[in-house]
Nanobody, 125 residues
Framework: VQLQASGGGLVQAGGSLRLSCAVS????????MGWFRQAPGKERDFVAA????????NYADSVKGRFTTSRDNAKNTLYLQMNSLKPEDTAVYFC???????????????????WGQGTLVTVSS
């Protein structure tokens, strides 16, 4: 399986970005997905998760109300819409496929078995 994340960049605080994650090599419509981020010198943190159908989502408290994850199963693509960005959102953002059957909660990085290369988001103050 291959995951290709894109859409990162430099944005001012209060701005918006939309990340995409193209998935190949796996039946995308059957796979739950997640977003994580890692700031310099910090651990990889959960951002958002979405079920295979897109009907269920989960968000970290730090992004709830500002970020929205969605998916287009016809295009094998996962999205993360990020609004009202803050400098503390600066990080490399990763998309990942969730293990099946799931053995950890969807906010635990151990529950994911394939990762994209990451895309850098920098929010200036």
């Amino acid at each position: 399986v291959q995951l290709q994340a894109s859409g990162g960049g430099l944005v001012q605080a209060g701005g918006s970005l939309r990340l995409s994650c193209a998935v190949s090599g796996r039946t995308f419509s059957t796979v739950a997905m997640g977003w994580f981020r890692q700031a310099p010198g910090k651990e990889r943190d959960f951002v958002a998760a979405i079920s295979s159908s897109g009907g269920n989502t989960n968000y970290a408290d730090s992004v709830k109300g500002r970020f929205t994850t969605s998916r287009d199963n016809a295009k094998n693509t996962l999205y993360l819409q990020m609004n009202s960005l803050k400098p503390e959102d600066t990080a490399v953002y990763f998309c990942a496929t969730r293990r099946s059957p799931p053995i950890y909660s969807n906010s635990n990085y151990r529950g994911y078995d394939a990762w994209g290369q990451g895309t850098l988001v920098t929010v200036s103050s």
